[in-house]
């Protein structure tokens, strides 16, 4: 864990780059409306409600999402959590776009997942770029 640690605080980060104590006060939001909104749209496809196709993607946000830590501090591995990151937030914009017309308030809520993740992302390109 310590090794972890020393190998993400000797990177070369942004300026911008917001203080790691963030991290864990938006995620422990973010994941409270990840497991309201996407335990909904299971519930539903589980009821016949919506088709697979609809579920489909929040199914890989999850992967991808839950990938990515032991990507990026367990492998320590820039480029693949650079990714892996993109296809987090691909799959969060293909999830939105496909449940928009069954339950408009399930893109809204998750806009914040959006906004944080999109940061995210530029947040881990530059960091790979300047680490290269």
Excluded: C, E, H, R
């Amino acid at each position: 864990m310590n090794n972890t640690y020393n190998w993400y605080q000797n990177l070369v980060k942004p300026s911008w780059a917001p203080p790691s104590y963030l991290f864990g006060p938006v995620w422990t939001f973010l994941y409270i409306i990840i497991a309201v909104s996407y335990g909904y749209v299971g519930y539903l496809y589980f009821t016949k409600k919506i088709p697979f196709v609809v579920l489909l993607p929040f199914i890989l946000n999850l992967i991808f999402n839950f990938a990515f830590s032991p990507i990026q501090f367990g492998l320590q591995n820039n480029l693949l959590a650079s990714v892996d990151i993109l296809l987090i937030l691909g799959t969060l914009v293909w999830a939105l776009y496909s449940i928009y017309p069954y339950l408009p308030w399930v893109s809204y809520i998750n806009i914040p997942y959006v906004l944080w993740v999109s940061f995210a992302t530029v947040l881990q390109l530059t960091i790979t770029y300047l680490n290269k």
